[in-house]
């Protein structure tokens, strides 16, 4: 089966960092786009970053750009994003995505058909 784990979340301080994880299993991560995507309570789902498959190239949403990173362990089989100097507003559920067969990163929700479970982050 196909699945997605994330890990990582919790509550930690404005101004602090976590690491979420995203273990992959049932196929190889390298051959796919990845991302995270967050909601918050009453909000909609947002693309906060991605990783496009042919080359690599990251995008992030303009509300967390320069402060999260989105990567990728092959070997590892699993999808990264650390979050550092973390606001408020960050607070959500993350969930982790794969875009199917295509290649490139698409900040819109119904792109993506493979969601993880969602790990929550709370930043007070």
């Known amino acids: 089966d196909v699945q997605l784990v994330e890990s990582g979340g919790g509550s930690v301080q404005a101004g602090g960092s976590l690491r979420l994880s995203c273990a992959v299993s049932?196929?190889?991560?390298?051959?796919?786009?990845m991302g995270w995507f967050r909601q918050a309570p009453g909000m909609e789902r947002e693309g906060v970053a991605g990783?496009?498959?042919?080359?690599?190239?990251?995008h992030y949403a303009d509300s967390v750009k320069g402060r999260f990173t989105i990567s990728k362990d092959n070997a590892k089989n699993t999808l990264y994003l650390q979050m550092n100097s973390l606001k408020p507003e960050d607070t959500a559920v993350y969930y982790c995505?794969?875009?199917?067969?295509?290649?490139?990163?698409?900040?819109?929700?119904?792109?993506?058909?493979?969601w993880g479970q969602g790990t929550q982050v709370t930043v007070s």
């Open positions: 990783i496009d498959s042919d080359d690599g190239s990251t």
């Open positions: 995505v794969q875009r199917g067969a295509y290649t490139d990163y698409d900040p819109r929700t119904y792109a993506y058909t493979l």
């Open positions: 049932g196929y190889m991560i390298n051959g796919y786009c």
